[in-house]
């Protein structure tokens, strides 16, 4: 399953988000935000795909750096988020 998560994520800032970058930046653990592939716009776009794709609330509380730094960082927070 975590390599699902990350997988999915990863098709996520590719297709949905439209980024266009190196595919180092999508490392699983490559900062996403210093790296500028999240900005908050972004954020919150796939904190509401997070929620809906794996079916659980993010609320506003959640939307901060620590759950969305990375995409180790990303898997955690939905492991989290479904009790996996």
Do not use: C
């Amino acid at each position: 399953m975590a390599t699902d998560i990350k997988d999915s994520v990863r098709v996520f800032i590719r297709e949905e988000l439209e980024w266009s970058g190196p595919d180092e930046l999508l490392a699983d653990d490559a900062s996403l935000i210093d790296a500028g592939v999240l900005d908050s716009l972004n954020l919150l776009e796939l904190g509401n795909w997070i929620g809906s794709h794996y079916g659980f609330k993010v609320d506003e509380t959640d939307m901060i750096a620590a759950n969305f730094e990375t995409l180790g960082s990303i898997e955690a927070f939905v492991r989290r988020g479904t009790g996996a």
